[in-house]
């Protein structure tokens, strides 16, 4: 079956304690990408990578980190969470070329909470 | 900059009886547009997308949408509202970077 997994699915830790939130896609997807949610202001981007070893910004990159030494593997590292991060985050993937690279697919989210 | 706008947070209806869900997009070309939606505890699901042609485009689970650029706008339609299509929705259209920018959501409740 064709799907993006995240672990874990729920995380409560305490701030500044690193952590990393895992995502694999089966797809064979170039692109992959980092959102997180927040009530009221939808899905923002935090970091995306249109390939191995090629990563960039999103809109809300502070305070994370993201590396793609492996084309199914996109993993959110958090070297010094605080309570702002405390949010869902979703992983995405596609096939990166066109306008297809628009049609995403989803995780099914990890909420994190930062006390 | 891109960015999009859903003016209504929540939106009650009957099962049984008709939606539209509005969402209006700031871009300055011929933008690609989606609908997604989100289930309770679950992912993002791809309902339908735009990117050019014929402005009134099919979807999954019995939902459409229309196109008008005149109006900046990207409703989403379903003609008869099933209790399981409670969830919520979002509105996106693609961005530099292969970037979604997404509005804030609409969530539907449905009442019997």
């Known amino acids: 079956e064709a799907q993006v997994t995240q672990n874990p699915r729920y995380l409560i830790t305490v701030t500044g304690k690193k952590l990393t939130v895992t995502c694999s896609q089966n797809?064979?997807?170039?692109?992959m990408s980092w959102y997180r949610q927040d009530p009221g202001l939808g899905l923002r981007q935090i970091y995306y990578?249109?390939?191995?070893?090629?990563?960039d910004k999103g809109d809300v990159p502070e305070g994370y980190k993201v590396s793609r030494k492996e084309k199914r593997n996109f993993p959110l590292i958090l070297e010094s969470p605080s309570p702002n991060q405390t949010s869902l985050y979703f992983c995405?993937?596609?096939?990166?070329?066109?306008?297809?690279?628009?049609?995403?697919?989803f995780g099914p989210g990890t909420r994190l909470t930062v006390t | 900059a891109q960015s999009v706008t859903q003016p209504d947070i929540h939106i009650t209806v009957s099962e049984g009886a008709s939606l539209e869900l509005r969402c209006n997009y700031s871009?300055?070309?011929?933008?690609?547009l989606f609908w997604y939606v989100q289930s309770p505890g679950q992912g993002l699901q791809l309902l339908l997308k735009?990117?050019?042609?014929?402005?009134l485009v099919q979807g999954i689970k019995g939902f459409e949408a229309e196109f008008k650029r005149s109006q900046s706008s990207f409703n989403l339609r379903k003609p008869s509202v099933h209790w399981s299509d409670a969830a919520e929705y979002f509105c996106?259209?693609?961005?530099?970077?292969?970037?979604?920018?997404f509005g804030a959501g609409t969530i539907l409740r449905v009442k019997s």
């Open positions: 995405a993937s596609s096939i990166g070329q066109g306008k297809s690279s628009y049609e995403q697919y």
């Open positions: 797809m064979n997807h170039e692109y």
């Open positions: 990578s249109m390939n191995v070893e090629v990563t």
């Open positions: 871009y300055g070309a011929t933008p690609y």
């Open positions: 735009y990117f050019s042609g014929d402005t």
């Open positions: 996106a259209v693609g961005a530099y970077g292969n970037k979604l920018v």
